[in-house]
């Protein structure tokens, strides 16, 4: 099972907005919605941000957002704060009923 | 609240074993998924396994007939049996609930070293 593909780094100003995308297969993203995202900080273990796609747990700031269009997911974090700079993980389960994570994103807030 | 406690890690000489553990409380282990998932130094999250609450398991092709995972109701706890170890399973090792449509709770990790 390849890895899902998310850009290495993205980067944006406070209180802009940016976009972190997931690409998989049919056979993960695109067949399920169950698509998760996680916020790591360094040395910290990863906190669920977005689940089954576009949902948010309780305590997570309603400027972070998800979508899915066919096989590439999608996470949107509006007004950038200092906090959320971070790593960010997608996930999705998958055909073979395992889970397949992204690389990971490097976010910086400038 | 939810706590998940990770135990077990240290150095292994490659071909070697260890066994993880974690220990749970805050919820009702048994009606849970329970999963393993692991970061090498520098790297991404990769998922290593999940125990569903009937005990049927899968695993992450990387570990499947080196690695096993368990897990004790009454004792709240949750187990990977790890054989064979690589230099390539050097990580630190992540305790989550869940497994079946997501993980919302974390371990804080125990580091597994596997070299010569």
């Known amino acids: 099972q390849s890895a899902l593909t998310q850009p290495a780094s993205v980067s944006g100003s406070p209180g802009q907005s940016i976009t972190i995308s997931c690409t998989g297969t049919s056979s993960d993203v695109g067949g399920y919605n169950y698509v998760s995202w996680y916020q790591q900080h360094p040395g910290k273990a990863p906190k669920l941000m977005i689940y089954?796609?576009?949902n948010r747990p309780s305590g997570v700031s309603d400027r972070f957002s998800g979508s899915k269009s066919g096989n590439t997911a999608s996470l949107t974090i509006s007004g950038l704060q200092a906090e959320d700079e971070a790593d960010y993980y997608c996930?999705?389960?998958?055909?073979?009923?395992?889970?397949?994570f992204g690389g990971g994103t490097k976010l910086t807030v400038l | 609240q939810v706590q998940l406690v990770e135990s077990g890690g240290g150095l292994v000489k490659p071909g070697g074993s260890l066994r993880l553990s974690c220990a749970v409380s805050?919820?009702?282990?048994?009606?849970?998924?329970m999963s393993w998932i692991r970061q090498a130094p520098g790297k991404g999250l990769e998922w290593v396994s999940y125990?569903?609450?009937?005990?049927?398991?899968n695993y992450a092709d990387s570990v499947k007939g080196r690695f096993t995972i368990s897990r004790d109701n009454a004792k709240n706890s949750l187990f990977l049996q790890m054989d064979s170890l690589r230099v390539e399973d050097t990580a630190v090792y992540y305790c989550?609930?869940?497994?079946?449509?997501?993980?919302?709770?974390w371990g804080q990790g125990t580091l597994v070293t596997v070299s010569s």
């Open positions: 089954d796609v576009s």
């Open positions: 805050g919820f009702t282990f048994s009606d849970y998924y």
């Open positions: 125990i569903s609450v009937r005990s049927n398991t």
């Open positions: 989550a609930r869940g497994g079946a449509t997501r993980f919302p709770y």
């Open positions: 996930t999705s389960y998958t055909t073979s009923s395992t889970w397949v």
